[in-house]
C-alpha cells in the first residue's frame, strides 16, 4: 500500500517534449514508473524514447488507459492544461509549474471543486510524489527515497517545500527507515492538496505507522494540520517548520512563504502541532531523529 | 509586488474606480505645478511604502503656493520609520462625509476571495478588527462566480453603510473587485473609502499589492518594477536573477531551494548566529549561478562568513563541488566559505572541493547542516 500512487498508476506527461517533461518524465519511467503517453498538442505520432505522443489528453487516455498526469508546461499553460487532464477523466494530476498566478490557482481550484470532484490536483509548485519502489511522478531523485519494509514500521512524508522533501527523505534513509509514500504538496498560495489531504490518507494507510511532516511560514495551513491530527490521527508524527527566523512582511522565495499582519509564524504553528501531540525538530535532522526514535518505540 | 499610493491610484483609475486628481512629484517646484493643476486646495503626502505617515507628519493640507512648497520641502527627504520620502503625491483636496473601508485579498484557508467592508473607516482596520469585529463585514466570494451587484449591495446593508451611499459604494465594490481579479492583486484596499457631502464615493487611499507572477500577462507593471525600494544588494541579485533578501546579519548564506534558504537561517540563529540574507540558488547550482551568487554575498560588507548549503537531488554532487571550485576561482571573496553538501553524490563532489588546491582558510567543508552552521558562525565571530 502507499497513498494516491502506486505500482498499477498509469502516467501521461503534459509537456512530455519539451526540456522538463522530457528530463523528468524519461527519469520517472526510468525509476519504473508505468509512463505510457505523452501530450503535446501537434505532435501526435511522435514519440519521446518509446513513449507515444498524443494531441490531447482524451487521446491519450483513449490510448492508454492512463489515470495520472504529470503537467511539466510553463506557468501560461499550466491551469488550461490541468483542467484538460481533469476533463478527461484523470484521477491524479501533479503540476511541478513554478510561477503560476494566485488568481489563476484560484479560479483552478474552485472550477475543479464544483466541476471535476474525482480529480486531485497535487501542485502547482511541487516537487511531486513518490511511493519508493512503485511509483515516482515529479522531479524527486528515486535514490534518496528508501524503500518501504514489508515488516514495517515505515514513515509517510508531506512537505510544502521541495529541497526540504529531498531533505527529509535523505533523514530517513541515513536512519534505514521505510517511506510509504513522499508527497510535497508545494509552496503557493492555493495548493491542490493540503497537508489535511494527505494526513487523512496516510492516517488510512495500513503500510504508514508513522508520519513525518515539514511545514513553513505563511498561511494557515499547519494550524489546520494540527487541528485535524487532534481530532483524526492516531499515528505518531514529527515535525519541522522553516522559517523560524524569517522576517515579517519578506516572502522567502516561496509565493506563500511570508508573515504578515503577525499571522503565519514558524512559533504559532509549531505551537499548535506541539498542542496536537506532535514532535517538534528545530531543524529537519532534528525532526529525522525524533522520527528514529519513534520508529524504534515501535518496533520495539 | 507592493505599489506607491500613487501609483495605486493610477491602476485604481484603470478600472474605473474615481480617485483625486493630481500628480506625483519628486522637487518642490514639481510639487507647485502639480498643485496648480490639480487646483487648491490641495493636499501633499509623502510616497512611502509604510503605515502611520500621517502621525509622522507625511500628510499635509496646502491652500497656496506657498504652503505647497513648504510643505513639500519638509516631507522630500523625510525619513519615515527607515523609509525616506522621495516622492510626493499631491492631489485636490476632498471634503468629507463619512470614511469606510474595503478590500479584497485571497483567503489562503478558504481557497476563495475575501472581501472585507466596514463602515468605519480611516483608520488601522486592525485597530477596528480588535475594538469592535463586528463592525467588520467578511464576505467569501467564490473565484468562479465572481462578485454581483446584488451581492455587494448586500454586504453594504450588512456593513451598515448609509442608505445614501448604498449603490456607490456596492458599484466601488464590484470595480474594485474587478481591479483585484484581472488587475491580479494579491491585495486591493482602500482605506478610507469616503463619501463626499456631494454624495459620491470616492478612494482617497489606494494599497495595492501584485503577484508577480501575473507579469507575463501585465507588461505595463515594467514601470512599477523601476521604482521598487531595493538595497544595492537587491538589485545586484535582481540583475542576476537569484531570490535574495537582505537581512542585517554577519553570515552570507547561500542555498539551493527556498526551503533549505529558510531552514538554513534558522540553524544559524540556533546555534547563536545571525544570517546576512537569503539567498536561494535553485535546483542548478553550476559554475554561472554560483558565481553570481557569491558576487551579491561578497558585495555586503557586514558578511564575515559565507555558509554554502547545497542538497543534491537531480544536480548531482560533483556538478556542484565543479560550480563552487570554478565560482571561489572567479571571485575575489572577502570571507571564508564554510559548505555543506549532500545527497546525491556528495562524496564524490566533497572530493572534489577537498582536492581542488583551495586553502582552508578559504574553503572548509562539513558533514552536517547544524556541524556546517556551528563553523560559519564561529568564523563570523
Redesign the interface.
Known sequence: MAIFVDQNTKVIVQGLTGGQGRFHGLRNKAYGTQVVGGVTPGKAGQDVEGIPVFDSVADAVAATGANASFIAVPPKAAPAAILEAARAGIGFVVCITEGVPAQDEARVFATLQRDYPATRLLGPNCPGIISPGKCNIGITAGEIAQLPSASGPNVGIVSRSGTLTYQALYELKQQGIGVSTCVGIGGDPVPGTSFVDCLAQFQADPETHAIIMIGEIGGSAEEEAAEFITNHVTKPMSAYIAGVTAPAGKKMGHAGAIVSGGKGTAQGKMDALRAAGVQIGLNPTEAGILMAEIVRTIRS | MDLFEYQGKQYFAKYNIPVSAGGVATTVDEAVAVAATAQYPVVVKAQVQVGGRGKAGGIKLANDEAEVRLHAKNILGMDIKGHVVKRVWVEHASDIAEEYYASFT?D??A???LLMLSAQGGVEI?DVAAKDPTAIVKLHI???DGLSLETARRASVEAKIPDKALDGVADMLVKLYNCF?QG?C?LAEINPLILKPTGEIHALDAKVSL?V??S??HPEWAEYAATEELDAREQLAREKNL?Y?G?DGTVGII?????????T??????VGGT?AN?L?IG?GANAELMTAALEVINSDPKVKSILINI?G??TRGEEVAKGIVEAVKRVALRAPIVIRL???NAEEGRKILADAGIPESQLTSRP???EAARAAVEMAK
Not at chain 2, 542555498?255 to 531552514?263: K, R
Not at chain 2, 537561517?265 to 540556533?270: E, R
Open positions: 485571497l489562503r484557508a481557497k476563495q476571495h486592525e467564490n473565484p468562479i481579479t491580479d494579491d503577484d507572477n501575473a507575463f500577462r531570490q533578501i537581512l542555498a539551493n531551494g527556498a526551503g533549505l534558504a529558510m531552514s537561517l534558522d540553524v544559524v540563529n540556533q544570517a537569503f536561494d535546483g542538497f537531488g537531480i549532500d545527497g546525491t552536517t547542516m547544524l
